[in-house]
């Protein structure tokens, strides 16, 4: 019996410094495999970036990483197990982030707003209020949470707000917030509002289930990630520069053609505003954006 190294090679990296952090088994639909994460470039002369897969005899890449990851985990948010990935970096896969990721198989996707440093561990863990994802940094306040964070999506968690908005050519500074509550149970009790926008404007809410982004666009940025659904034109009201508001509630997302199947108990959904500027230069304007999740 002796230890033997995979398919003949180790990790690769140019120059002095390559690390392996973490290993975790995980089967994403395509049947079990080993995946490695930590500071590299290849593994056995494969591009791999970060994090590799190694499955009947072969690594490949998932997408890559483009910092260090230090830990992996697997752990169901109720749509079956998917493997986290946390580290130091803000792009998987293209993707813009902030530390911490899930890989549903095909593609990497945020979680919310993200974590601000670096994340050393991860381990999924029930603290007697549901299954949670806790993540440990190595920074002593994170999202306002000291060394650990938990990640789940128990009905009832607070909406979180993320991102910034774009500054209007008046000085505005739109922004969209909702309440504890997202409850179809009337669907009309929770709504989701966008205000201090520029008054007498025409604009929309719009969504997605997919988790969060960050992609600069019309002077701004667009905090949801693809596929995105749009909501009713509105006009946002008011009479001075700041007090224009569009206002959703549930029963508009689910009066939307894909609304009744992707607005489901236990569902996350991630919203934000855009809304016509005419005297800017993009001629557009985005709020913040807003993340919560569906109740019965």
Not at 65 to 82: C, K, R, Y
Not at 105 to 120: C, E, K, P, S
Request: net charge negative; charged share 10%; hydrophobic share 40%.
């Amino acid at each position: 019996m002796q230890w033997q190294s995979l398919q003949g090679g180790g990790v690769g990296l140019p120059g002095e410094g390559a690390s392996v952090r973490d290993l975790y088994v995980h089967d994403d639909g395509g049947g079990p495999a080993l995946y490695m994460a930590g500071d590299f470039h290849e593994v056995s002369g494969t591009v791999v970036e970060k994090i590799g897969k190694f499955q009947n005899g072969f690594w490949s890449s998932i997408g890559g990483i483009n910092n260090p990851v230090f830990a992996l985990a697997v752990w169901d948010e109720g749509t079956g197990p998917a493997l986290f990935a946390a580290g130091f970096f803000n792009d998987a896969g293209g993707t813009q982030v902030s530390n911490i990721v899930a890989w549903d198989g095909v593609n990497w996707r945020g979680l919310g707003v993200g974590l601000d440093h670096h994340q050393a561990m991860l381990h999924s863990f029930d603290t007697g209020a549901g299954a949670a994802l806790i993540s440990r940094q190595n920074s002593a306040v994170v999202n306002g949470y000291a060394y650990l964070s938990k990640w789940n999506t128990a009905p009832g968690c607070a909406p979180q707000t993320y991102c910034t908005g774009t500054i209007s050519f008046s000085g505005c500074a739109p922004t969209i917030a909702a309440s504890w509550s997202a409850s179809l149970s009337p669907p009309g009790a929770f709504s989701i509002v966008a205000s201090q926008l520029e008054a007498q404007r025409f604009g929309l809410q719009f969504f997605g289930t997919s988790g969060s982004e960050l992609v600069p666009i019309a002077g701004g940025v667009l905090c949801v990630q693809a596929p995105t659904y749009r909501l009713a034109v509105q006009n946002s009201g008011g009479a001075a520069a700041f007090d224009g508001s569009i206002v959703t509630t549930p029963a508009e997302l689910l009066a939307h053609p894909s609304g009744s199947a992707l607005v489901v108990a236990e569902q996350q959904i991630n919203q934000q505003t855009w809304f016509r500027d005419p005297i800017a230069p993009s001629g557009v304007a985005l709020t913040n954006a807003v993340q919560y999740v569906v109740v019965a």
